[in-house]
């Protein structure tokens, strides 16, 4: 069904055009990494996606001058609207061309969406949810983004701004590589809050009981993460649709679970940066994809620590420097050079300052935008 250039996707074919518009829009855009689209199939598919028990959402896509210029969704979250007390709407998936009127019509089309289902506000862009992608780069267009973060257009934030968007909280993404971890120190420090917390072991995460593993991890970050800007607590369907998936993209080395005297205190979960062989594969893991993805690990040399959470009644002791410190030694070992700490929000000040101690230094910042409606 068309409206004033815009249509709201409804068939298969629609859908396709929807998934397709981002590989044509970054074709030329050295550094976008295309991601799978089996993944980005799934992601708006709201029978096989969980969120979707929880969420609806509403697919649009403009033309201008006879092309496909540009796409957006229109999200409903009613978790996170029951979580914060709000009516909140997201918008996501935005992918233009730099023409104002473009992005005006695909803003307002969404805007106008979620205002006839009683929404007050708009945050976005999340794609579809607040756990999945989010924001859009404003700084660090020269470099690939990490595993699971994206890469976007620089003018986005200036179509967004001048369709009436505010800035809503920052996104920080840190580096930490080889000439900027001081060694020595890290296990000076290592040794005084091993020292100050007795019983405390840092174990690598067992691939064997992913589930288990999994359940940690979701009941640590519910009540760490709980006070935070934006936080949706995880539920139990949502991880486990996406452990057996973790299970082949978790690394060991790289995820760490604290405990102390046996009970778990704190997670930090890292993954093996596989943007550098999606970048090869163009979004497709077949035929050839899945060889360059199985063959491919030994050629990456960087993580992500994509998730960490720290127990309340052991927050400020170092006990999140210390599972730093820990896939850091590993990913050493191993030849890793590089890790991104991401994301960081703007305003938590101790994680920050976290990631300053153990050598990090800010590389890249996304952004989310909000809009009273």
């Not at 100050?196 to 992913?210: D, S």
Request: neutral net charge.
């Amino acid at each position: 069904m068309s409206m004033s250039g815009v249509t709201i996707v409804t068939t298969d074919d629609e859908k396709k055009k929807f998934i397709e518009f981002q590989y044509d829009h970054y074709r030329a855009d050295e550094f976008f990494v295309p991601p799978l689209r089996m993944d980005q199939k799934k992601l708006i598919n709201t029978t096989k996606n969980p969120f979707f028990n929880n969420a609806e959402i509403a697919l649009f896509i403009a033309e201008h001058e006879g092309k496909i210029a540009g796409r957006i969704s229109a999200v409903i979250d009613h978790r996170y609207n029951e979580y914060h007390g709000t009516k909140t709407g997201h918008f996501g998936f935005f992918e233009c061309i730099d023409h104002q009127p473009t992005a005006d019509l695909l803003l307002r089309v969404a805007e106008d969406w979620l205002k006839d289902k009683g929404m007050k506000e708009v945050l976005g862009p999340a794609s579809p949810g607040m756990m999945d992608m989010v924001g859009f780069l404003v700084d660090g267009f020269d470099k690939d983004p990490y595993i699971l973060m994206p890469y976007t257009k620089p003018y986005y934030e200036k179509l967004v701004v001048t369709a009436g968007y505010e800035q809503a909280m920052d996104l920080l993404a840190f580096i930490v590589d080889k000439d900027s971890v001081d060694i020595k120190r890290g296990e000076r420090a290592k040794q005084i809050v091993l020292r100050r917390n007795p019983g405390l072991v840092i174990r690598p995460a067992n691939l064997k009981k992913i589930k288990e593993e999994v359940e940690i991890i979701r009941l640590i970050y519910n009540e760490t993460w709980k006070e935070n800007w934006g936080f949706l607590p995880l539920t139990k369907e949502e991880l486990a649709a996406s452990a057996e998936e973790f299970k082949l993209i978790l690394d060991p080395d790289f995820t760490h679970f604290a405990e102390i005297d046996g009970k778990p205190v704190a997670f930090s979960l890292g993954l093996p940066d596989l943007n550098i062989l999606l970048k090869k594969m163009n979004g497709n893991l077949f035929p050839f994809g899945i060889f360059k993805l199985l063959f491919g690990r030994g050629k990456i040399k960087r993580y992500r620590t994509a998730l960490m959470g720290v127990m309340p009644e052991v927050q400020g002791r170092g006990i999140d420097a210390l599972l730093h410190q820990a896939a850091i030694e590993k990913g050493l070992k191993r030849g890793y050079t590089e890790s991104e700490l991401s994301w960081v929000l703007g305003n938590n000040p101790d994680m920050i300052r976290t990631a300053e101690k153990i050598g990090g230094r800010l590389d890249k910042t996304y952004r989310m935008f909000s809009k009273k409606l």
